[in-house]
């Protein structure tokens, strides 16, 4: 039988592929579970309908990461902390401050998970940091921790 699949399934292919397959496996998995249809001329311009739109939400969501690459890329940013006597800071500079201080300084919204950050900042200094807007766009920005004035 053939089914064009409308999830990704490991093993037998992509969302929009048409594959063959045992009749039994279409008809008790892979249809009630909802990864494939019957590959006939409806279902087959279904897919590639919702292919099509998913390519133009992908394709803006790539624009609107060049804009606010635009906006960030090799810019500084500033964070003051407080510090103790020996330089390392009282807690730490976290992914969600770098987020909080993008968007107090450039009017962005950035999701917190998209900033690349390994471990939290815990010493005075700058950083070069990677942002991740989309699979295919990338930023950096320094995060210039300093200490507080008391």
Do not use: C
């Amino acid at each position: 039988m053939k089914v064009i699949l409308t999830r990704d399934v490991e093993g037998w292919g992509t969302i929009g592929d048409i594959i063959e397959v045992k009749d039994g496996f279409a008809r008790n998995y892979l249809i009630p579970k909802g990864y494939a249809y019957p590959a006939t001329d409806n279902y087959v311009r279904m897919v590639q309908n919702i292919l099509k739109q998913k390519a133009r939400k992908l394709e803006k969501e790539k624009e609107k990461a060049l804009q606010i690459k635009e906006k960030i890329d090799n810019q500084e940013i500033v964070l003051k902390k407080k510090v103790g006597l020996t330089g390392k800071l009282y807690g730490s500079v976290t992914a969600a401050d770098i987020a909080q201080s993008i968007k107090d300084q450039f009017d962005v919204e950035i999701d917190r998970k998209k900033i690349m950050l390994r471990n939290p900042i815990r010493d005075i200094g700058i950083y070069t940091i990677k942002i991740r807007l989309h699979p295919e766009v990338s930023a950096t920005i320094k995060v210039n921790v300093q200490p507080e004035e008391q």
